[in-house]
Structures are given as C-alpha cells and as structure tokens.
C-alpha cells in the first residue's frame, strides 16, 4: 500500500491507468489476431506432409497411419477447445444481460471476449489441419493402393519394409559420415536378419555410384536415394525369418 500511494495509485488513476492501457493493447491485439487468421497455421503445408509424413517412417501405410494420428491428436484438441468456447460464450451472454456492470465484470467480459476470439482462431485453424491430413490421407491411400481394411499382416509388413529402410538410410549416413556403420546401425540390421557386412557391401556400391555421377556431372535426386532402398527392402524383405527360425518361431 505504501508502493500504491508514493506514485499515486489511487483506484481513481489506477482505472484511468488501465483504461489507457487497454486502448493501447487493442490495435496489437487485432493485428495478431488477423494475422493469425490469415497466415493461418503454425505449420505450412509443406511442413506437414514433409515433416510430420517424411520423418514419421517409410513405408505408405506409416505415412497413412501418421495423417490418422495427426487428425486425432488435432481432433481431441478441437472438441476440448470447442467446449471452452461454449462456456466462455455462456460467462459472455451472462454478463451482456446485465443493466450494469462493476469494473471487475467489465474486465471479466473483456477477457472472456478476448479469449473467445484466440479460440476461435485456434480451431478454425486445427479444422484447416484436420481438412489437411484428410485430403493427404486419401492421396496416400489411393496412390499406393492401400485397402480399406487394413490388417495386422499389412501392419507388419509395412513395419519390416520400414525397419529395413530406416536402417539402410542409417548405413549410408555412418558410411558418409564416419567411413564405416555404426553399433547402433549394426544392431538394427542384424535385428532384422540383414548380416551387417552384406549392408556395408550394398552401401559401398551405391555411395561410389553417386560419387560417379557426381564426377559425369550429374546430380542425384533425393529420389535415386528412395530407389536404392526400396531396392535393399526387396531383396532383404525376408531376412528377418532367419531371426524367427534361430528363436524358435513360425
């Protein structure tokens, strides 16, 4: 109280005070909220299907899978926020019916209109999202053919063409950057039946055919890449059965 009364804080310059504040606070806050409409998203469309699909595995029915994932993930969320946005609508329509509100009710239904605004922008930009995934969801499955009901066996299948994939493109990487694979590398192929010697072999070939058109001038597409390890997967797709027959599996 001290503190208040040296600078003059009196509730009458306090308010005044707030007042100036707020006026102030407006024009921003209308501006990020147009922006937010406008720009849209946190993630542009590139962002998504490259980072939230590329990263998330290789194989389509992983691809597909993640887009089912990310719907979810933002579909809790909307329908979370949907109800917040309910109850701010109900504190909003309470306090406009009153003849007259207190200072404190006055800040309560500018706050509460404020956050209804953000809201709104936020679910309206997770329903662009959920439109988003939807649409790439459809693409995935009707280019790759997957089947409407997928099952366990496609589960798995997709998981081996992944593992094999993901530890190919681990290979290349050790063999680029350390000249040689690393334990960890090492690990995952054997996992999945893939003598380690014989992927350093393959690698080897397939870094020395890229130096090469390098050398002719040609440069490789991150897609000549993608067709090596499709390559690796069916020839070492049924590796992981050795793996099975040792432990004692059918």
Not at 210 to 221: D, I, M, R, S
């Amino acid at each position: 109280m001290d503190l208040i009364e040296k600078h003059n804080h009196t509730l009458q310059n306090i308010e005044k005070n707030l007042q100036d504040l707020q006026n102030e606070l407006i024009p921003f806050i209308k501006q990020m909220e147009y922006i937010k409409r406008t720009i849209g998203t946190p993630q542009t469309k590139s962002e998504r299907e490259i980072g939230n699909l590329l990263f998330s595995g290789d194989s389509p029915i992983i691809w597909y899978k993640q887009c089912h994932s990310q719907i979810n993930t933002r579909l809790q969320g909307t329908i979370d926020s949907f109800y917040q946005l309910q109850k701010l609508k109900n504190i909003i329509e309470k306090l406009q019916e009153k003849d007259h509100l207190s200072q404190k009710e006055i800040l309560k239904l500018s706050k509460a209109k404020l956050d209804y605004v953000g809201l709104e922008g936020y679910i309206q930009n997770s329903i662009i999202e959920i439109k988003h995934y939807t649409h790439t969801a459809e693409s995935i499955k009707s280019k790759h053919k997957i089947p409407d009901n997928i099952t366990q066996a496609d589960m798995d299948n997709a998981s081996i063409e992944d593992h094999i994939k993901t530890a190919f493109k681990q290979a290349v990487q050790d063999m680029t950057q350390l000249g040689t694979i690393s334990s960890g590398t090492f690990g995952h192929l054997e996992q999945w039946g893939i003598h380690p010697m014989t992927a350093r072999f393959y690698v080897y070939q397939y870094i020395e055919s890229c130096e090469q058109l390098l050398k002719e001038q040609k440069t490789p597409q991150v897609s000549h890449l993608y067709e090596f390890l499709h390559q690796m997967y069916l020839l070492h797709k049924d590796c992981y059965k050795d793996n099975m027959r040792r432990l004692g599996l059918s």
